[in-house]
C-alpha cells in the first residue's frame, strides 16, 4: 500500500518535525516570532543566525540533531525543539543537547566565562512537564535558599495543549492547525500557505515526506524500514498500525523488531 503523499501533506502541522524545519528554512524569521511569544521577558530579541536540523558531531560519543539553533545578537543561544512524545522531550535530553551547545561554540583555549546564556526550549504536544500550566522555565539553584547557581543554563517546557487567548496560546494553535487560513499570525500562515497551496510548495514538501518514507526502503533491509516507518509515526502521519501493515507485519511483531533494534 502506498502512502497518500498529497493527505499527508494537507494533514501536515508545524508540530510535525520535518515540515517545521523547511518552515523555519523558508522564512527564519518565524523562529524569531516563536522566541519573542515564548521569552517576552526578553526585551527586543532579535536573531543573527538560525540553522534547521543542526548537527553537532561528536567522533568519539553521541552526536545531536537540533531541530532549531538560533543565535541572537546578544549572543544568547537557542536550541528549539518540537515534540510530539513525551520521551523526545526527556530533561536529559536538554541537559545533553545544552552540554553539546557548550562543547560546540567554545574554542581551545577559552575561558569559561564565554560560555554564552542558553536555553533549551520543548514545546511539547501532550505539554510534558507542565503540570497544565501554558510554560514552565527550569533553572539551576541551591536546594535551601533557591538561590540561583548563575551558570545561566535554562530549560523551557511549553505546552503544545495550551490555546488560550494569550499570545502563546494562539501560538500553540497556529502549532496545531494543518489550515493556513485559520492561522492567527500571519507570518506561520504564509509560510505553511506557500508549502500546502502553490504546485511548487506541495513539490517541495513531497520530496522530504518521500525521502524520510524511503530512507532505507532502497536498502531493502528491516532495520532501515522499520526506522524510516517510525519516523513517520513519530510524526503523526502513521499510527503503529498502519506501519505494521505497510511492513505486512502484525503489529505485536513489529512492536517487538522495533525494539530489538532499539528504535521503539
Excluded at 27 to 34: K, M, N
Excluded at 90 to 108: C, E, Q, T, V
Aim: net charge negative; charged share 35%; glycine share 6%.
Amino acid at each position: 500500500m502506498k502512502l497518500d503523499y498529497e493527505k499527508l501533506i494537507d494533514e501536515y502541522c508545524l508540530f510535525d518535525n520535518d515540515f517545521m524545519r523547511k518552515c523555519l528554512q523558508e522564512r527564519p524569521e518565524c523562529a524569531e516570532l516563536i522566541l519573542k511569544i515564548i521569552l517576552p521577558q526578553i526585551s527586543g530579541l532579535k536573531i543573527t543566525e538560525i540553522k534547521p536540523e543542526y548537527e553537532i558531531d561528536n567522533l568519539i560519543r553521541r552526536s545531536v540533531y537540533l531541530d532549531a539553533y538560533v543565535v541572537d545578537e546578544e549572543g544568547t543561544l537557542y536550541d528549539i525543539e518540537i515534540q510530539r512524545t513525551d520521551k523526545g522531550a526527556n530533561p536529559k535530553r536538554a541537559r545533553y543537547n545544552g552540554s553539546m551547545m557548550d562543547i560546540d561554540f567554545l574554542k581551545k583555549g577559552d575561558d569559561f566565562e564565554k560560555l554564552p546564556i542558553r536555553y533549551v526550549i520543548f514545546i511539547s504536544e501532550n505539554g510534558y512537564k507542565c503540570n497544565g500550566k501554558p510554560l514552565r522555565q527550569f533553572s539551576t539553584h541551591a536546594d535551601d535558599d533557591g538561590e540561583l547557581l548563575g551558570d545561566e543554563v535554562y530549560a523551557i517546557y511549553v505546552n503544545g495543549k495550551n490555546d488560550d487567548d494569550t499570545e502563546l496560546g494562539k501560538l500553540m494553535s497556529d502549532l496545531n492547525n494543518p489550515n493556513p487560513d485559520t492561522m492567527n499570525y500571519a507570518m506561520l500562515s504564509e509560510v505553511v500557505g506557500c508549502f500546502k497551496k502553490t504546485k511548487k510548495g506541495r513539490e517541495k514538501i513531497m520530496n522530504v515526506t518521500e525521502k524520510i518514507y524511503n530512507a532505507g526502503l532502497d536498502e531493502g533491509k528491516i532495520e532501515g524500514k522499520i526506522e524510516a516507518l517510525l519516523a513517520l509515526v513519530k510524526d503523526g502521519l502513521l499510527t503503529l498500525q498502519q506501519a505494521a501493515e505497510r511492513m505486512g507485519m502484525p503489529l505485536e511483531k513489529f512492536e517487538k523488531e522495533a525494539k530489538n533494534l532499539a528504535l521503539l
